[in-house]
């Protein structure tokens, strides 16, 4: 039994990891931007393929990994620039980015999936490393407890410079940013090129991890992310840039946990989506319903 | 009129909008205006008069028609995005709530303001030197806020806000202030509050400044000269010795006499 429990949280713990990354990347468009930004299903898949291809045509793990960010941050710059310099909507720019990157995904692997099996992933480069056997969770969970602290570092730093106040501050007052000198359209490029490098980066373990790439694995990642984001914030109501980027790490690993369990307990995979919604929905509509009952003002809800 | 160089020249300003509509309407008709070095400019006019489209000209939310002349410090930009107009200009709106960022401290909405007009880099933005500059800056507001630098913008009141946003608009000492009705939606006691410190701040840093006011009481006590709009054109611009002793009645005298219609409309009258 405790076995099993130990297991599971393990195995919540790397996944809540490396999913919280798509959560940080959500945060940022979302939360932070202010920026609907639904390239993420597309940008994940863009970041998986793009590492197996790679790896299976010889490349080393590393700079294959890398090079996920470097697509996702393109992906995100052309939905950038579909909102920003051809003013489409922000929802739109991304529904068409991932509407579309599910060809180039295609393009890339040259089907629908690619196999990373028998091949030398990052993982096993770490394992060698550690000297640990291949496939152990504890070298699962160095490696995305590594990856997860060196972007939370970089972010939480990066947030609080001058470029990143003004980052922070467009999603907020678009309009006061401007006056004080600041050119917004780049700071949107840049808030969505970070975001869906971020995930491409998430989709290259995840590809890793699990031994193969799909064309398929993107889907409804950008409802996990922000099924994470505010489940985060309702159970950790966070302040200040730190622990805002940790609740969505942690609202990762309890989004990734609930779901293990659910698992476990027999559901079936397919039952997990309307759990998700579900779950989404709950987080949401709480807050509201404990204001209501306090009598207190509630602002109208967002229609985007 | 002051001795000062000119600051600001706005030549053939013009501003359509709705082109080729049967709603087209001329907010800004071929204006000509030159600001002086130091002059604290009031602009009074009805409703539509254009004394918010001519601001939003100078501080570059969109451009003249074509022609149109925005030249400050010697340099025409006039045609400029917004945000490069930033550096010459400084802006206190009627809505506090669009000259500061709710979600953001105190600390960090000046550490913005702060570097107006400036590239800004990847190092922290605030530092002990910049927090004591802000505490400074905030200081003279009587508020308390010198002490709540860590302090969500969005928990102020509205007076609170407006006076953040005044020091944001003014702290890296910008060309020119664009004040925009900025006392409008404060309470009578705040207002004056709001407006003892823009004389405070205009005083001390040899501001030059143009205020937009709805209110006629207001334009003939603050400032050094005087202009009142009447639909997108200058129609009186009194320097300081013309405007000394006058009374709203001389005012609403001059307007009529200006415009070539009775002064009847609108809230100008309700504010006196």
Redesign the interface.
Known sequence: MLDIAGSVLSFSFYEGLVFGLVAIGVYLTLRVLAFPDLTVDGSYTLGGATTAVLIVNGVHPVPATLAAIGVGLCAGLVTGVLNTKLRLPALLAGILMMVGLYSINLRIMGGANVSLLRQVTAFDKVAEVLGLSHGSIVVSITVALAIAAVVFFILNW?L???????L??TG??E??????????DKNILMGCAIANGLVGLAGAVVAQGQGFADVGMGIGMIVMGLASVIIGEALFRPRGMARLLLAAIGGAFCYRLFITVALRLGMAPGDLKLITAVLVVIALAVPFIRKKLRHEWIPPAVRW | MSQNKSLLQLRGITKIFSKGTIDEVTALDNIKLDVNTEDYITIIGSNGAGKTTLLNVIGGVFPPERGGKVVISGSDIAGLSEYKHAAYVGRVYQDPHIGTAATMTIEENLAMAVLRGQPRRLRPATNKQRRELFRSALAPLSLGLEDRLNAQVGTLSSGQRQAVALVMATISKPALLLLDEHTANLDPRTAQLVLDLTEVIVQREKMTTIMVTHNMELALRYGNRLIMMHEGKIVVDLNQKQRAGLTIDDLIAAFEQASGRRFIEDNILLRR
Not at chain 1, 160 to 166: N, P, V
Not at chain 1, 176 to 184: C, E, I, Q
Request: proline residues 0%; aromatic residues 4%; charged residues 25%.
């Open positions: 990066f609080r410079t001058e470029i990143g106040l003004a922070r501050a907020d007052n309009q006061m940013v401007r006056s004080l000198g600041v050119d917004t």
